[in-house]
C-alpha cells in the first residue's frame, strides 16, 4: 500500500517539475561602460499557458526593487533612473530579455526575471532567475571597415557610397579617417566621423584608406588598410568596344582625310578620336565620310556620262541643219538658173557664136552666185564629220 502511495506521488511531482514552462537565463553578463548591454531571459511557450505578468526586479541593499512590470494595460516602467534607458522586447512568444542602455557603473548588481503564467486549469505559476550584471570599462577594439553596397571597395565613377568604420568598446568612441600617400609622406585627415563618405565618387577618390578608433580606456585603435577604387565609366566601355588587332586596316590611307578636322564622335558612349592609332577600329565618322565621298563620285561620272550623251545628240541636230541649208542653197541654184534663162530671153542678139566669152551683165551675175554657192558648200563639207558623210553623198545624188 505505501509503494503505490509513493508512486502516485512521483507521478504528481513529474507533473508539477516537467509539466510547467522553463524560464532560461545565464547566470551573469558583462557590459561595457557607458555601452548597452542585453540581459537575456526566454522561455518555451506551452499549449495551454498564457503570460499573464512579466517583471524585472533589482537587488538594492536586501531589498529587490521592481524597476520594470508588463501587463495586460502595457508595459510600465517603475524607476526614474531607467526611463529612456530599459525596454523589454515581445516581438517573439516567450523573450522577455531586457535591453539597458548607456550602462553605469552603478547598474552592477542582480536583476531578477520573473514570468507569471495561466494554467489551464486557472492557477497562476510563477517562475524567475536571477543574473548578475557586471558592468567593466573596456578598452576600445581593433576597428573593422565595411561598405554598405554590394559593390565592395571597386565603385563605378558617379556612385554615392560610404566607408564605415566600427569599433568595440566603452563609449564615446571617437573615430578618424586617413588617406595614404605616397612614400615618405604622412597620411592625411580625411573624416572626423565613424562615417567617410562619397556624394558622387570620383576616380580621384581612388587610393589607400584606413580609420582609427579611441575610446576613454585604453590606446588609439587602428584598422587595417583598405584599397578604394573608383572605376571611369568611360574608359572600361572603351576598352569593351575596342577590338585588339595587330593587322594595319585596309582603310587607314582614308585617315588622312578625317584627321584633319580634329573632330570626335560618340557612338553608344564610346568616344572615338579620328586620329586613332593602328590596331584600333576605324571610326564610325571615317566610314560614313568615304561612304560619303564614293557617292558623290558616281554622281559625278554619271552626270559626265549624261553631258557626253547630249553633246552627240547636240551635233546630229547640227548636221540635219546643214542638210536643210544645203537644200535652201539648191533653191537659191536653181533660182539663179531661172534667172539666167530670163537674161537670156531678153537679150538674145547680143551674144557672138564663135566666142566663149560675153560681156552680157546677166551671165556675169550668174556665175558669182554659183561660184558663191559652191564654197559655201565646200566649206560645209569639210565642216561634216565623217560618220556623217554617207548620209551626205546620199542627199547629193538626190539633188
Not at 16 to 24: K, N
Not at 194 to 206: M, N, R
Not at 344 to 365: I, R, W
Request: negative net charge.
Amino acid at each position: 500500500m505505501r509503494l503505490l502511495l509513493d508512486l502516485l506521488l512521483l507521478g504528481h511531482l513529474t507533473m508539477v517539475t516537467y509539466g510547467h514552462p522553463i524560464l532560461e537565463a545565464p547566470e551573469s553578463v558583462t557590459g561595457p561602460w557607458k555601452g548597452d548591454v542585453n540581459i537575456p531571459c526566454t522561455y518555451g511557450p506551452l499549449q495551454g499557458y498564457t503570460q499573464v505578468l512579466v517583471k524585472w526586479l533589482v537587488q538594492r541593499d536586501l531589498d529587490p526593487v521592481t524597476i520594470f512590470l508588463h501587463d495586460s494595460s502595457g508595459d510600465h516602467i517603475q524607476q526614474a533612473k531607467y526611463r529612456g534607458r530599459l525596454q523589454v522586447s515581445h516581438k517573439v512568444p516567450g523573450d522577455v530579455s531586457l535591453q539597458l542602455n548607456t550602462l553605469e557603473m552603478d547598474d552592477r548588481s542582480h536583476y531578477t526575471c520573473e514570468v507569471t503564467w495561466q494554467t489551464p486549469n486557472g492557477n497562476q505559476v510563477v517562475k524567475d532567475k536571477i543574473i548578475e550584471l557586471r558592468v567593466q570599462k573596456v578598452s576600445v577594439s581593433k576597428p573593422t571597415v565595411t561598405t554598405g553596397s554590394g559593390y565592395g571597395f571597386t565603385v563605378p565613377q558617379g556612385m554615392r557610397i560610404s566607408l564605415q568604420c566600427q569599433a568595440w568598446g566603452s563609449p564615446p568612441i571617437s573615430y578618424v579617417w586617413y588617406k595614404e600617400q605616397t612614400v615618405n609622406q604622412e597620411p592625411i585627415k580625411v573624416a572626423g566621423s565613424s562615417t567617410l563618405l562619397f556624394k558622387h565618387a570620383v576616380v580621384a577618390d581612388s587610393g589607400s584608406y584606413f580609420c582609427t578608433a579611441k575610446g576613454r580606456v585604453g590606446s588609439e585603435q587602428r584598422s587595417d588598410i583598405v584599397k578604394f577604387v573608383v572605376k571611369d565609366s568611360s574608359k572600361s566601355l572603351k576598352t569593351k568596344t575596342e577590338t585588339p588587332t595587330t593587322m594595319q586596316s585596309p582603310l587607314k590611307a582614308t585617315s588622312t582625310v578625317t584627321s584633319f578636322w580634329k573632330w570626335t564622335t560618340e557612338v553608344d558612349g564610346y568616344s572615338g578620336d579620328t586620329s586613332a592609332e593602328p590596331g584600333k577600329g576605324l571610326p564610325t565618322f571615317s566610314i560614313i565620310l568615304i561612304i560619303s565621298l564614293c557617292c558623290m563620285m558616281v554622281s559625278i561620272l554619271a552626270y559626265v556620262m549624261l553631258c557626253r550623251k547630249t553633246s552627240q545628240q547636240e551635233h546630229v541636230y547640227e548636221v540635219a541643219r546643214a542638210h536643210s541649208r544645203e537644200d535652201s542653197n539648191s533653191g537659191e541654184t536653181w533660182r539663179v538658173a531661172i534667172f539666167t534663162s530670163d537674161c537670156s530671153s531678153e537679150e538674145p542678139s547680143s551674144q557672138t557664136p564663135g566666142n566663149d566669152y560675153s560681156d552680157d551683165p546677166c551671165l556675169g551675175q550668174e556665175h558669182q552666185i554659183i561660184a558663191q554657192i559652191n564654197g559655201d558648200y565646200s566649206r560645209l563639207l569639210h565642216t561634216v564629220p565623217p560618220d556623217y558623210e554617207l548620209l551626205t553623198t546620199k542627199d547629193k545624188s538626190t539633188w
